[in-house]
């Protein structure tokens, strides 16, 4: 099935400084997905990325998807206390499996104020 | 809130104990996934719903492992015989696809299982 990496594990900055999380995958993507997750909560729907080199943007989030439809990025503009979470990346497993999706390990966000 | 609701919240069993949970999706949504989470992972696909069929299981999911949709609204996830390695958070999360729509999921606050 579909398998995507997610780097950093971890990412602690300061208030005011920028965040970035990658999602990598061997195979091309049909499309894929970021969702947040608070401390303590359950993942929420940010995005959706589906053409080659799409770039999105959500006030200070920037979200692109690379030209060979194998890599994704989401990029904070000065962290915000509020930015604190997890950051998954999620897509389907594609072929005849097109409805089971499958997560990235997810970027745990930490910014010190 | 997302209108995706999950009943327990918590529960708490002994090993071999049977337990069921209930997931009521977005009254509208044709498709209710249900995934299970351990701290510091992503959620891990265990099953999913189009309407009352049970369109794919996972192979990581043993035969202790049942689903249920059958009317194609709420849907049960019953855990028999329960081990401590089945501790974990268990999130649904239902979606409207079709007619061009993207699979947006939006899920529930989870039921939270401790098997001691």
């Known amino acids: 099935g579909q398998q995507v990496m997610q780097i950093p594990q971890y990412q602690h900055v300061q208030e005011g400084e920028d965040f970035t999380t990658y999602c990598n995958s061997s195979t091309t993507l049909s499309n894929i997905q970021w969702y947040k997750q608070r401390p303590g909560g359950h993942p929420v729907f940010l995005i959706q990325l589906v053409k080659s080199g799409e770039v999105k943007k959500q006030k200070r989030l920037t979200f692109q998807f690379g030209e060979a439809k194998k890599n994704s990025s989401l990029h904070i503009t000065a962290t915000q206390t509020t930015d604190v979470g997890t950051y998954f990346c999620?897509?389907?497993?594609?072929?005849?499996?097109?409805?089971?999706?499958?997560f990235g390990q997810g970027t745990i966000l930490t910014v010190h104020p | 809130d997302t209108g995706v609701s999950q009943n327990p919240r918590h529960k708490i069993t002994k090993r071999g104990q049977n337990v069921t949970f209930r997931c009521d999706p977005i009254s509208e949504h044709n498709r209710l996934y249900w995934y299970r989470q351990t701290l510091g992972q992503g959620p891990e696909f265990l099953t999913y719903f189009q309407n009352e069929a049970q369109l794919e299981k996972s192979r990581l999911l043993s035969d202790r492992f049942s689903a249920e949709r059958p009317k194609g609204s709420f849907s049960t996830l019953e855990i028999q015989r329960t081990e401590q390695g089945d501790s974990a958070m268990y999130l649904c999360?239902?979606?409207?696809?079709?007619?061009?729509?993207?699979?947006?999921?939006?899920f529930g606050p989870g039921t939270r299982l401790t098997v001691l």
């Open positions: 999620e897509t389907n497993a594609g072929g005849t499996s097109y409805g089971k999706l499958t």
């Open positions: 999360a239902s979606s409207l696809v079709g007619q061009g729509r993207y699979n947006e999921q939006f």
